[in-house]
């Protein structure tokens, strides 16, 4: 992605032949940084991650995900020579609200690379975020496979859109919404007082969703305060609007631009049409400016996909090999399973599984059972217990990595790998329980600082 963070782009190099630290010097550590290690980091990070600016450095440090002891890194004596940060952050997983980690900024220095300092960073980092009560972890690569041998697993998928600009304004205007909208709303640039309106458009608009994070208003401010875009557009209810409680016009939409991307589009659940002018907007924008295509990042089922669909717009997808790949670890699967719970329940009934019903989960040496009980005859009052240690006779065994993807959704059960089932229940209840799910994480909060932080 244009302006993509290369603090967050966990790519360490390994073409460094290794060598050992000489006996002389002080021995290494792997440590939280303290404040006075900031400018040592920043130094660091610079040098490792070219073009990266100190106002991103400075932005980081006030993130509200980040506290003290989330920044490790390891030291020889004050020479700072690996980085890796923790921003601990919430998920929504459908009705499912679950504490994540975040992995940024991993970088050793050459003289250590192929020693084995970026895996250990790693698993210092995983630590620290089940110490912070976290259970899962989430990162963005461009070397997945780096992070697959550390039992990191690839999750979602970015839904990306490339489209000519021309192309989507003569769309528009066969339907008569360009140039000339009836009725248009006001489409304005963000004002400081307006974030709380903003906040509650992208809380309707990604409810239910598979990987959004849970923006609490601490976090919208930084995002605001950060700058890390262009442009953020706003859609205003004008003609017969009806006003919020507080008699302010309702903002419906928003639409954040940085370079020629449209990196987050939402409104309010109906007022769709609000998309439409936002990205009209954008598109006679990027026209005046000279620039031929826009890189429109949407949710998935998001309704503008017909529109770009209809102005041959390409899909642009992270699994052929390039851009960023998400990736996530299930830190603690037993917790992972309990917050499910309300989804996996009302999956249970919903499907007419037989109830009650045992089912059990094993990876490795990991193993828990799931047990649907029911008080009524039909299994409506049915409750869902989750306990480790055992499996039953109905299990499904597994992989790590792919137990995490199985809890995800990320299963792709047209062509299941690596799962091996005890027998047909065993098979119908994993496939009732853990449907293929659209895991998305959009780019807007891992964008670089670009303000004057």
């Known amino acids: 992605m244009h302006g993509r963070n290369a603090l967050s782009s966990l790519a360490p190099a390994h073409r460094e032949v290794r060598q050992r630290p000489s006996r002389a010097r002080s021995p290494l550590a792997v440590v939280s940084a303290r404040p006075g290690d900031h ?66 900024s991993l970088a050793t220095a050459p003289s250590l690379r192929r020693q084995g300092f970026g895996s250990l960073l790693v698993r210092r980092a995983e630590r620290r975020m089940m110490e912070a009560g976290d259970v899962l972890g989430l990162l963005s690569t461009t070397i997945p496979g780096y992070f697959a041998r550390l039992g990191w697993a690839p999750c979602g998928r970015n839904h990306v859109y490339r489209a000519c600009v021309c192309e989507v304004l003569s769309v528009l205007a066969s339907k008569g919404l360009y140039p000339r909208i009836p009725h ?23 409810a239910r969703q598979h990987g959004p994070l849970k923006r609490s208003e601490a976090h919208w401010h930084w995002l605001v305060n950060r700058g890390a875009y262009d442009t ?22 928003y639409a954040v631009l940085v370079g020629n991307d449209v990196v987050e589009l939402f409104t309010l659940p109906d007022h769709s049409r609000a998309a439409i002018e936002l990205l009209s907007r954008a598109c006679a924008d990027a026209m005046e400016c000279g620039v031929d295509s826009l890189r429109i990042h949407l949710a998935p089922r998001d309704g503008v996909t017909r529109l770009l669909r209809a102005a041959a717009a390409t899909r642009q997808d ?22 499910l719970r309300p989804d996996l329940r009302n999956r249970a009934i919903e499907a007419h599984l037989p109830i009650p019903l045992d089912f059990g989960l094993a990876a490795d ?23 480790s240690g055992s499996i039953g006779r109905s299990y499904l065994r597994t992989r790590p990595s792919r137990l995490a993807q199985l809890l995800l959704g990320q299963v792709n059960w047209k062509q299941p790998k690596e799962m091996e089932f005890s027998s047909q229940l065993a098979e119908q209840a994993a496939r009732t ?19 004057q932080w």
């Open 232 to 253: 953020f557009l706003v859609a205003i209810e004008t003609r017969g609007a009806r006003h919020s409680e507080q008699g302010k016009k309702r903002i419906v939409g």
């Open 39 to 104: 400018q040592t980091c920043q130094s660091f990070l610079a040098t490792i991650f070219r073009g990266i600016p100190p106002v991103e450095f400075r932005a980081a440090i006030e993130d509200p995900s980040h506290g003290l002891g989330d920044r490790l890194v390891v030291k020889r004596g004050h020479e700072i020579l690996g980085h890796a940060l923790v921003r601990h952050q919430t998920v929504q997983l459908g009705q499912a609200v679950v504490p994540t980690g975040k992995l940024h």
């Open 365 to 387: 040496r990991q193993k828990f059972r799931l047990s649907i009980d029911s008080s009524g005859a039909d299994g409506a009052s049915g409750s869902l217990g989750v306990a």
């Open 318 to 339: 992270t699994r052929s090999g390039k851009g960023e790949v998400l990736m996530a670890k299930v830190l603690r699967p037993e917790l992972m399973l309990r917050h």
């Open 433 to 451: 329980l853990f449907p293929r799910q659209a895991f998305w994480h959009p780019p807007f909060d891992d964008l670089p600082a670009r303000g």
């Open 184 to 206: 248009p709303l006001d489409i304005r640039p963000l004002r400081r007082m307006e974030v709380d309106q903003v906040a509650q458009v992208y809380r309707s608009a990604v």
